[in-house]
């Protein structure tokens, strides 16, 4: 009788640029983050068929990552994971060889064993992303991760109208719906500031998100920004949770997930659980 084969949960923290992707999911006959991902540890641990690796957040095309985080399940013996977990091999091993067969828009900081009841998904306590728009005629030489906008935002009006939105809601009007997908949400931070050279930098942080919800957000705050909304009508779109009501999405090239946090190793299992619960199936 053949043995059961031990698996291990890698915990994989990376960065990627979007431009060239099809967005994170696995698709087709399309070049993917996911599919580059799987590929390469199918090729570094020498496994017959890719592995399943699960992300924190899912990224639409174009959207950039400075801090993802995922995990893959894999089997403990194989080159040359055996010779981490045995000491033989630093703990960088398995990422300097990702590294190595990876486009250069795609870069593995760490490749780790993950703590019991890790989750890459359901564990995160909440997940980061900026947004950054120049909206003055000198434009910063980063066009492939800030929007040009034409006309001057006035950022305390902005503020007051994100301020609106903060707290446990509802946000279908923001969210493109999912069959399953629940579209409560609690949305811890909503800011913008400008940073030295005065581009404006929004700051969005959520337990999760769910499909086009950051996006859809920014893009209703740079009406209010522009002065063709006033700073009430954010959340007046929000209690009517009616998506057509919504303005346009933003761009995706600006957005990019700048931090994944979860709870100490101890708390991982019942943060899960919690979030499994409450959420249902997390579109994010």
Known sequence: MTGLVRLVRLRVDFGYDGTAFFGWARQPGLRTVQGVLEAAFATVLRLPTPPLVTIAGRTDAGV???????????????DPLHAMLAGDAGPDAVARRLNGVLGLDVRVRSVTVAPSGFHARFAALSRRYSYRVADHWFFPPRRHDTLAHPHPLDLEAMNAAAALLLGDHDFAAF???????????????????????????????????????VRSLIGTLLEVGDGKRDVEWPAAVLAG?????????????????????????ADLFARTQVTRHRRGQIDE
């Open 64 to 78: 950039h990552a400075r801090a993802q985080v995922a995990h893959v399940d894999v089997p403990a013996d194989v």
């Open 175 to 213: 969210c493109r719906r999912r069959e399953g997908a629940t579209t409560v949400r609690t949305l811890l931070v909503l800011e913008w500031a400008r940073d030295d050279v005065g581009v404006a930098i929004a700051r969005v942080e959520a337990d999760a998100f769910c499909h086009s919800m």
């Open 241 to 265: 949770r009616d998506r057509s009501a919504a303005a346009r999405v933003a761009a995706a090239h600006a957005l990019t997930l700048e931090e994944v946090r979860y709870p100490p190793d």
